[in-house]
């Protein structure tokens, strides 16, 4: 059977009769994808779409970068090995020497590297053991809304509890602190007052004696939330919470799965707020598409033994060197102030359009990882100022924009939060369009509930 030859329809029909129950994408971007370039992918009907998704912020370059595709095609030419476990190759030592070079040098120069399974949530899990055994504590401390993998450790610091409701067993000794999400602050304050609040909170907390946590093995948060909505932390917030853990010698672990290399308008999300953290999380984007997932940290917590952690494809050389010519590329031309400028572009026509809609709730994010909260204007949420999270009307707006050749997705509290990941290449005069398609498929939803067509009896 050649599936070349078939359209979206059968070709989804297969999919929906073979898969999983838990698979996602697939039930609200209906296509099955022929071929892909730069920002755009074209389904099996010959449907193109921008691609505002990327592989969750995975193709930092986009599809099939001609950079990496000629990395890829050198390792393969020349007789390489593909598996080598933790051996070591030239095409490793090359690409942690980009991935090191791309680190600020008061990280980098005290740096080790631990390669682990191909998924981010294997480097948290990882993470995880490393703080426990060089501080022999247990307890962790993450965040509300925070998403760091599916694994069982990496589930257990998840805010969405829809995920964890149904599983027995997770990690004990986690503790969720508050997380400065300005338009919902849980404080009720927001701005500058509910972020002192909240790093107040935490520090008091683990000073008091009847807080109820003992000594903790690590923080671990991310500087921009992700799949929790686009959720930036103030930089003031997050050098607080840098100060608060090194005071009280608490490993700080940030999780840069999604935001790494670029994507936030510096190279590293953590740079903005000027801080250095004990442990860095990395995958998606510096696999240059492929699967690859690492854990840089201060060499002082270097102290398991050998064969603590492990995993058979942390040896996946054509990764490596999809990797460093993905680094490589985004240093040599300044990718991180690209996309700071197009995101800025993208943001500012966000905020622009948010003014015409009363279901836009906020616009926010960093770069090019943005999001914009849809809200229903007639509904508080929780009695609070700010108004209900309306996940149908998200959904719908992503409806409208897939038919209109763009691919968004959807997070954040109820997935009321459309997310923009495009590619960090993505031009000018590419998100003006996109941001053009977005305004259109708000209108027509916006206009749908303002003149509901009415059904017959």
């Not at 755009?40 to 970068?65: F, I, K, P, S």
């Not at 399974?117 to 962790?140: H, W």
């Not at 909170?201 to 690590?218: M, Q």
Request: with cysteine; glycine share 10%.
């Amino acid at each position: 059977m050649s599936y070349l030859d078939q359209g979206n329809g059968a070709i989804l029909s297969q999919q929906a009769s073979r898969e999983s129950n838990a698979r996602t994408y697939p039930r609200h971007l209906p296509l099955a994808i022929r071929e892909a370039k730069g920002v755009t992918v074209t389904d099996m009907d010959g449907n193109e779409y921008y691609d505002c998704l990327a592989g969750a912020g995975t193709l930092a370059l986009g599809h099939n970068h001609p950079r990496v595709i000629e990395a890829m095609e050198q390792a393969l030419d020349t007789g390489r090995p593909l598996h080598t476990l933790d051996l070591s190759t030239p095409a490793k030592e090359r690409f942690i020497d980009s991935l090191f070079e791309s680190l600020p040098d008061e990280f980098s120069e005290r740096a080790k590297i631990q390669f682990c399974s191909p998924a981010g949530t294997d480097a948290v899990e990882a993470a995880l053991k490393l703080v426990k055994t060089a501080t022999g504590n247990r307890s962790i401390l993450g965040f509300q809304g925070a998403y760091h993998g599916m694994t069982s450790g990496a589930l257990s610091l998840m805010g969405d509890t829809d995920a964890k409701e149904p599983i027995s067993g997770l990690m004990n000794d986690v503790h969720h602190l508050p997380f400065p999400y300005d338009y919902r602050c849980p404080f009720g304050v927001g701005g500058e007052d509910g972020q002192r609040i909240g790093s107040n909170y935490v520090e008091n907390l683990l000073d008091d004696e009847e807080g109820g946590i003992t000594d903790p093995a690590g923080m671990i948060l991310e500087p921009v939330q992700g799949e929790g909505g686009a959720i930036p932390a103030p930089d003031r917030w997050l050098q607080e919470m840098r100060r608060i853990t090194r005071e009280r010698d608490i490993p700080l672990i940030l999780d840069e799965i999604q935001a790494a290399l670029g994507r936030t308008g510096e190279t590293y999300a953590f740079e903005h707020a000027g801080i250095t953290p004990d442990v860095l999380t990395l995958s998606k984007a510096i696999g240059g598409g492929l699967p690859l997932a690492v854990v840089v940290y201060d060499k002082e917590l270097d102290v398991w033994e050998p064969g603590a952690h492990a995993g058979t494809f942390r040896g996946n050389q054509l990764a490596m060197a999809a990797g460093e010519a993905t680094i490589d590329y985004v240093l040599e031309h300044d990718l991180d102030d690209h996309a700071a400028d197009v995101g800025g572009r993208l943001r500012d026509h966000l905020e622009t359009m948010a003014d015409r809609f009363s279901a836009v709730g906020d616009v926010r994010g960093r770069g090019l990882m943005l999001g914009v909260e849809f809200v229903d204007p007639d509904v508080d949420w929780q009695g609070a100022g700010p108004h209900a999270p309306d996940s149908n009307f998200a959904e719908a707006v992503q409806a409208e924009c897939f038919d209109r050749g763009l691919i968004i997705e959807l997070g954040g509290r109820e997935s009321a939060t459309a997310r923009f990941l495009p590619p960090l290449i993505v031009s000018k005069t590419q998100v003006d369009d996109i941001a053009t398609i977005f305004e259109e498929a708000v209108a027509a939803v916006a206009n749908a509930e303002e003149d509901p067509v009415e059904v017959a009896p």
